[in-house]
């Protein structure tokens, strides 16, 4: 039994039944009904019959002994009539009862009539006094049982001589109405069981061929649409199953379709870098793709059917949204979301959201990320700065000693020797920045790049060298702890020019005396160098720049020192163009380590 919701909606709870307890019950019922009224018609027709035959035969005794009574009743003689009565009435198995016309019983053939009362007021006695004769069905009071009564008036020229009156029993009636009746039940039995059996074939005739018609539409409801559905010998029947396998084909053929074509959809939005998302006209999320749930991080299942205000919290984009709902023209704006790992910059462009009939239905939204291009624009307009600066410097300082060498300075020995020093320092410093700038063009385009086995100990020992004179200088040592068995496939010139740079810089940034320290290990497929000095150490708001070009921590004592901000990040590409990484660890006044992480 299944309970649910009304058609209405109104929540009204339907009872619901199968059709075979719907039929067959019915069915029995009216067979039920139809039997007791046959039989119940019957009885009476038969019950009528027999009363009408007990009047019959009441009609022929009073024939036969009307005559008697009223011969006797006119000589007077009355006193052998009881006698008689009894003595008639025992043969004919009938009551005869005569009354005088004051309603006095004076024979009678089962009672004394002396102790019987007066019968004027007795229904048949009165018919028969107004009418003639009486005809009545009662209730005897002397005999305790039912009675049909039939009582004539005796005349003599219009006198009343009084009245004569025959009676039988009913219970003859009853008795052959009960035997009538047995067989009726019997029969009725009988039929009905022979109609239930029959309704019983027919209903389930009906209801089998319906049950697996419901079956089968379950299983339709349940997307088993292949299936086919047996056609009943029942025309209505068979032709409701062959057009529900019509209908499951078709219903087949269209949702294939129309997951075919959604699932492509699914794919081409699932695939796109871009993020779409989608909103009816009352700003509630109807689509979103994986690109646009993972830029505003949120589930798309969660996100299904919610207004927008409620999953992204992002104002520029709630006002977007609004005003192409509003303006139904396309907008364009930027938005910047700040997540775990950073600002993001998305360019979003919308638009309305039409159906088939050109109805605007809500806004549309496309998200570019367009943070990778804006750091990069950053970062060229940094660079033209730095670089600009950086060359402006020694160029401006060439230039102001040239002119004022040619002014007259170069009369003056001890001043244009001097000044040429200056002019050919900042030219060497101008050539490095030169030379750094086209060797880190050449490592990110990865020009000439050619990797061959080396080990990786000969490349550490090759680039301390490179370093010992400046090392000497600040009476530094250098040492190197790396096993000799470390071997990869690199390219030895630029990972030598990679630790020269790194250990150069330790040299530089620490005090005189203090130790550097190199390191090599293996760890899994990669191997881990690391160059460790007790130098100043970098503060922590600095850690994620040095590595760009031309970023110096103390711009003034790099300058000093001879640095062209461009050493890490000739460092980094190195790095890079091994497939490795480059990583930094420092505090202020604790030195600092740079570990070098490449594949082997």
Same mark, same amino acid.
């Given at each position: 039994?299944?309970?649910?919701?009304?058609?209405?909606?109104?929540?009204?709870?339907?009872?619901?039944?199968?059709?075979?307890?719907?039929?067959?019950?019915?069915?029995?019922?009216?067979?039920?009904?139809?039997?007791?009224?046959?039989?119940?018609?019957?009885?009476?027709?038969?019950?009528?019959?027999?009363?009408?035959?007990?009047?019959?035969?009441?009609?022929?005794?009073?024939?036969?002994?009307?005559?008697?009574?009223?011969?006797?009743?006119?000589?007077?003689?009355?006193?052998?009539?009881?006698?008689?009565?009894?003595?008639?009435?025992?043969?004919?198995?009938?009551?005869?009862?005569?009354?005088?016309?004051?309603?006095?019983?004076?024979?009678?053939?089962?009672?004394?009539?002396?102790?019987?009362?007066?019968?004027?007021?007795?229904?048949?006695?009165?018919?028969?006094?107004?009418?003639?004769?009486?005809?009545?069905?009662?209730?005897?009071?002397?005999?305790?049982?039912?009675?049909?009564?039939?009582?004539?008036?005796?005349?003599?020229?219009?006198?009343?001589?009084?009245?004569?009156?025959?009676?039988?029993?009913?219970?003859?009636?009853?008795?052959?109405?009960?035997?009538?009746?047995?067989?009726?039940?019997?029969?009725?039995?009988?039929?009905?069981?022979?109609?239930?059996?029959?309704?019983?074939?027919?209903?389930?005739?009906?209801?089998?061929?319906?049950?697996?018609?419901?079956?089968?539409?379950? +299983?339709? @409801? *349940? /997307? $088993?649409?292949?299936?086919?559905?047996? #056609?009943?010998?029942?025309?209505?029947?068979?032709?409701?199953? =062959?057009?529900?396998?019509?209908?499951?084909?078709?219903?087949?053929?269209?949702?294939?379709?129309?997951?075919?074509?959604?699932?492509?959809?699914?794919?081409?939005?699932?695939?796109?870098?871009?993020?779409?998302?989608?909103?009816?006209?009352?700003?509630?999320?109807?689509?979103?793709?994986?690109?646009?749930?993972?830029?505003?991080?949120?589930?798309?299942?969660?996100?299904?059917?919610?207004?927008?205000?409620?999953?992204?919290?992002?104002?520029?984009?709630?006002?977007?949204?609004?005003?192409?709902?509003?303006?139904?023209?396309?907008?364009?704006?930027?938005?910047?979301?700040?997540?775990?790992?950073?600002?993001?910059?998305?360019?979003?462009?919308?638009?309305?959201? +039409?159906? @088939? *009939? /050109? $109805?605007?239905?809500?806004?549309?939204? #496309?998200?570019?990320?367009?943070?990778?291009?804006?750091?990069? =624009?950053?970062?060229?307009?940094?660079?033209?700065?730095?670089?600009?600066?950086?060359?402006?410097?020694?160029?401006?300082?060439?230039?102001?000693?040239?002119?004022?060498?040619?002014?007259?300075?170069?009369?003056?020995?001890?001043?244009?020797?001097?000044?040429?020093?200056?002019?050919?320092?900042?030219?060497?410093?101008?050539?490095?920045?030169?030379?750094?700038?086209?060797?880190?063009?050449?490592?990110?385009?990865?020009?000439?790049?050619?990797?061959?086995?080396?080990?990786?100990?000969?490349?550490?020992?090759?680039?301390?060298?490179?370093?010992?004179?400046?090392?000497?200088?600040?009476?530094?040592?250098?040492?190197?702890?790396?096993?000799?068995?470390?071997?990869?496939?690199?390219?030895?010139?630029?990972?030598?020019?990679?630790?020269?740079?790194?250990?150069?810089?330790?040299?530089?940034?620490?005090? =005189?005396?203090?130790?550097?320290?190199?390191?090599?290990?293996?760890?899994?497929?990669?191997?881990?160098?690391?160059?460790?000095?007790?130098?100043?150490?970098?503060?922590?708001?600095?850690?994620?720049?040095?590595?760009?070009?031309?970023?110096?921590?103390?711009?003034?004592?790099?300058?000093?020192?001879?640095?062209?901000?461009?050493?890490?990040?000739?460092?980094?590409?190195?790095?890079?163009?091994?497939?490795?990484?480059?990583?930094?660890?420092?505090?202020?006044?604790?030195?600092?380590?740079?570990?070098?992480?490449?594949?082997?």
């Amino acid at each position: 039994m299944i309970y649910g919701p009304d058609r209405n909606g109104s929540g009204n709870i339907m009872k619901h039944r199968r059709i075979f307890w719907q039929i067959f019950p019915s069915y029995i019922l009216i067979t039920f009904l139809s039997v007791v009224a046959i039989a119940w018609y019957g009885s009476e027709s038969q019950r009528a019959l027999y009363q009408e035959q007990v009047v019959d035969g009441l009609q022929a005794r009073l024939g036969l002994i009307e005559n008697y009574i009223r011969d006797r009743l006119i000589s007077g003689d009355t006193t052998g009539l009881d006698t008689w009565c009894k003595e008639q009435g025992r043969k004919a198995a009938t009551r005869l009862t005569v009354v005088l016309p004051s309603g006095q019983v004076i024979a009678d053939s089962h009672d004394n009539p002396a102790v019987m009362d007066n019968h004027s007021a007795r229904p048949e006695i009165r018919l028969a006094l107004d009418s003639g004769q009486g005809l009545v069905s009662r209730y005897s009071l002397t005999e305790k049982k039912q009675f049909m009564y039939l009582a004539k008036a005796l005349r003599r020229d219009g006198d009343l001589l009084g009245i004569v009156r025959v009676s039988l029993p009913l219970t003859i009636v009853d008795r052959a109405m009960s035997a009538i009746g047995e067989r009726m039940v019997y029969s009725g039995l009988v039929v009905a069981l022979i109609a239930s059996l029959l309704g019983l074939w027919i209903s389930r005739r009906i209801s089998f061929p319906l049950e697996r018609l419901r079956l089968g539409a379950g +299983k339709f @409801a *349940q /997307g $088993e649409l292949n299936q086919k559905l047996e #056609v009943s010998d029942v025309d209505e029947i068979g032709g409701l199953a =062959e057009a529900m396998n019509q209908m499951a084909g078709q219903l087949n053929q269209r949702i294939n379709t129309i997951t075919e074509e959604r699932r492509e959809k699914d794919a081409i939005l699932a695939s796109m870098a871009e993020g779409v998302m989608a909103v009816d006209m009352g700003e509630k999320i109807i689509g979103i793709n994986a690109a646009a749930a993972r830029f505003f991080d949120i589930q798309p299942e969660k996100a299904y059917r919610r207004i927008l205000q409620e999953v992204v919290r992002n104002v520029a984009l709630q006002q977007l949204v609004s005003k192409i709902i509003r303006s139904k023209n396309s907008e364009e704006v930027e938005i910047t979301l700040d997540t775990g790992n950073g600002r993001r910059v998305l360019q979003a462009l919308g638009s309305i959201l +039409k159906d @088939a *009939q /050109g $109805e605007a239905i809500g806004a549309v939204v #496309v998200f570019n990320d367009v943070t990778k291009i804006r750091e990069l =624009e950053n970062l060229r307009r940094d660079f033209v700065a730095n670089a600009s600066h950086e060359l402006r410097t020694p160029i401006t300082s060439i230039k102001g000693f040239v002119e004022t060498l040619l002014d007259g300075a170069m009369a003056n020995p001890d001043d244009l020797q001097r000044f040429l020093k200056i002019i050919d320092r900042h030219a060497g410093r101008l050539n490095s920045i030169v030379e750094d700038l086209l060797n880190l063009s050449r490592i990110e385009q990865g020009v000439d790049i050619t990797f061959e086995n080396c080990r990786m100990k000969e490349i550490l020992e090759n680039a301390v060298q490179s370093c010992e004179i400046s090392a000497r200088a600040k009476k530094m040592t250098i040492n190197i702890e790396c096993p000799p068995d470390i071997s990869g496939r690199v390219n030895p010139v630029l990972l030598e020019l990679a630790f020269v740079n790194l250990i150069d810089n330790a040299i530089k940034y620490s005090d =005189e005396g203090a130790p550097v320290i190199i390191t090599g290990r293996k760890s899994g497929p990669e191997a881990e160098f690391a160059v460790i000095d007790k130098g100043k150490g970098i503060g922590e708001e600095h850690l994620d720049r040095i590595f760009e070009r031309f970023y110096r921590v103390d711009k003034a004592r790099s300058r000093e020192q001879g640095g062209t901000g461009l050493g890490l990040a000739i460092v980094k590409h190195i790095v890079l163009a091994h497939k490795g990484r480059v990583e930094v660890k420092s505090n202020p006044g604790q030195g600092s380590t740079f570990f070098i992480r490449i594949p082997l």
